[in-house]
């Protein structure tokens, strides 16, 4: 059973570099690793996804070590507008293979001027 | 990225009315789709996985004849609240599943409908 663990709330200033560690021990051999923010009442927004090693796109990076346990989400620089919930997605696969994608309680980051 | 299009944003019924949310995946065809309940300060909860041209399976606890979905093609899924009831007021979200030969099985959201019943 696929599962993660985040932090529950990070604080940060703006300008800073965030870091967001998501704990995935059980993560399936062919899954992705998948991060997600979300504002009040919208549907997560896609950032940024990676299968190992480290991702970057433009708004953020993807650090995932060797046994993919785990994934740090990195935002640089970050502002008051990045202030929302983050969660990292693995998925369980069950009996008959169906993949469901599941969410941890995801991390609450609040950006202080 | 790709883009899932919910409808409506947000709706009001009255007690033992049925309401429908519509799940369009825009530029591409999703075989599957999700559909997740949010209560606020809560994480997404999954209520039930639709596939194309098959029933769809519901997590433990969902009532599959309050919660009808339907996902009739494959740019598109449909959550059929029955006998709505104030307690079934909520954040529906939807999600659609792209397959990407450049990474895995991508999962993007609709923009979430609120659901109030009074």
């Known amino acids: 059973l696929a599962k993660t663990t985040q932090p529950i709330s990070m604080d940060s200033y703006e300008g800073q570099e965030v870091n967001i560690t998501c704990s995935h021990n059980?993560?399936?051999?062919?899954?992705?690793i998948t991060w997600y923010q979300q504002f009040p009442s919208q549907g997560p927004r896609f950032i940024i996804q990676g299968y190992k090693t480290k991702v970057t796109n433009e708004v953020a990076s993807l650090f995932i070590p060797a046994d993919r346990k785990s994934s740090t989400l990195s935002l640089p620089r970050v502002s008051l507008s990045d202030t929302a919930v983050y969660y990292c997605?693995?998925?369980?696969?069950?009996?008959?293979?169906?993949?469901?994608?599941?969410f941890g309680r995801g991390t609450s980051l609040i950006v202080h001027p | 990225g790709a883009v899932v299009s919910q409808h409506p944003s947000r709706v009001i019924c009255k007690s033992g009315t049925s309401v429908k949310i519509e799940c369009r995946s825009l530029?591409?065809?999703?075989?599957?789709m999700f559909w997740y309940r949010q209560f606020p300060k809560q994480s997404l909860m999954l209520m039930a996985t639709?596939?194309?041209?098959?029933?769809?399976?519901?997590e433990q606890g969902v009532e599959k004849d309050k919660f009808l979905i339907n996902h009739a093609s494959l740019t598109l899924s449909t959550l059929t609240v029955t006998s709505a009831h104030p307690e079934d007021s909520s954040f529906y979200i939807c999600?659609?599943?792209?397959?990407?030969?450049?990474?895995?099985?991508?999962?993007?959201f609709g923009e979430g409908s609120w659901l109030t019943v009074v």
């Open positions: 059980n993560i399936a051999t062919n899954d992705y």
């Open positions: 639709s596939n194309e041209g098959s029933k769809a399976t519901y």
């Open positions: 997605l693995v998925g369980e696969v069950r009996t008959g293979g169906s993949y469901i994608p599941t």
């Open positions: 530029d591409f065809q999703a075989t599957t």
């Open positions: 999600s659609a599943r792209a397959q990407d030969r450049n990474s895995g099985n991508t999962i993007y």
